[in-house]
């Protein structure tokens, strides 16, 4: 009975012959998708923090913050102005709902449409918040100084109207 020769499996190099178009892509030090993320994930380190103690997700807290500052209105403003997409938006209100942190107000005219607004409960956790988040958000404008974060404010919100 002969035995079977396994295949030997392929070996790759470890850095495989570049292509000249490979020139052309940046190391991922100089990568602006992974120079954002690295930057958020320096920035939400102490608001975490500061979320966690406070009992609500970064999700929860940016849509109270986006009702705290516009007030009342429909769900498809606040995933715009909070940077949610509708499926974790509409879960994420239905936790402030049932937390009673925002009230959920159905159109009359047209029961698919409903109004979100910030209930006492989900102000309170503002309120309560307000002078930690400041406090956190300063620390990085005096790091930055008062010029350079202006300017990164506003190259950023530059970038998003791409």
């Known amino acids: 009975m002969k035995t079977r020769e ?6 790759t190099p470890a850095h495989p012959a570049r292509e000249p178009d490979d020139a052309r892509y940046p ?6 998708p992974i120079a954002l993320i690295r930057a ?11 979320l966690a103690k406070a009992g609500v997700t970064e999700q929860q807290w940016r849509i109270l913050r986006v009702l705290d500052e516009h007030g009342p209105m429909p769900i ?6 909070a940077c949610l997409q509708a499926p974790s938006l509409s879960r994420t209100i239905q936790i402030l709902v ?7 107000v159905r159109d009359t005219s047209d029961r698919r449409r409903q109004t979100i607004s910030l209930a006492e409960a989900g102000a309170a956790v503002i309120y309560s918040n307000i002078g930690e988040s400041r406090r ?19 190259l950023l919100d530059e970038l998003s109207q791409l």
Do not use: Q
Not at 27 to 32: A, D, I, Q
Not at 41 to 50: H, K, L, S
Not at 76 to 81: M, P, R, V
């Open 98 to 104: 049932e937390k009673e942190m925002v009230r959920r």
């Open 76 to 81: 498809t403003a606040i995933g715009e102005l």
């Open 40 to 50: 958020r994930e320096r920035v939400m380190g102490p608001f975490r923090e500061m």
């Open 6 to 11: 396994r295949p030997s499996p392929v070996k």
């Open 27 to 32: 190391p991922t030090s100089r990568s602006l």
């Open 136 to 154: 956190i958000a300063r620390a990085f404008e005096e790091r930055l100084g008062p010029e350079k974060h202006r300017r990164l404010l506003d």
